[in-house]
């Protein structure tokens, strides 16, 4: 499964990403995380970066590690998590536009194991609608947080 979803925001780049990389205050603005626990916190660089994140996610609560394999500073990050019997990999990228800034995830899942597989196949396009949604709505928590400063 993949997807995208893009917000704009009155703020410029340095702003947002401040705001997405602040990972240990994020629960106070995006409303679906609970909790996060950073678990591994590189000195000079966010690769590596690595935090378990509790959150509500159709209705349920749910737990993932996470960690960050890539970035450019003002740029884009990128996640991966393992779980499930799926690896997830997720970019979040902010865009300048005139004195506005565009964040936007991506979002991607990989099933591995044959339940995985089996599952996708027959929930994928139901379980789509629903992350798009959960995505939306996380950057849109984000836009609300950083246009009310």
């Not at 509790?54 to 996640?79: C, H, P, S």
């Not at 970019?91 to 591995?112: C, H, N, P, R």
């Amino acid at each position: 499964m993949e997807l995208s979803v893009s917000v704009e925001i009155n703020k410029p780049r340095e702003e947002v990403w401040k705001a997405i990389v602040d990972f240990e205050n994020c629960s106070n603005y995006i409303e679906s995380i609970t909790d996060l626990q950073v678990l591994e916190k590189p000195a000079d660089t966010l690769i590596g970066f690595k935090w378990k994140e509790t959150r509500v996610l159709f209705g349920k609560e749910a737990t993932e590690t996470m960690w960050i394999t890539d970035y450019v500073e003002n740029e884009y990050y990128q996640t991966r998590a393992e779980s499930h019997g799926s690896i997830y990999k997720s970019w979040l990228s902010i865009e300048q536009v005139g004195d506005k800034s565009q964040l936007t995830m991506s979002f991607e899942g990989q099933a591995q194991s044959f339940f995985a597989k089996v599952f996708s196949v027959l929930m994928g396009s139901m379980m789509k609608g629903s992350m798009k949604k959960a995505l939306l709505k996380d950057l849109n928590d984000i836009k609300g947080y950083l246009e009310s400063k």
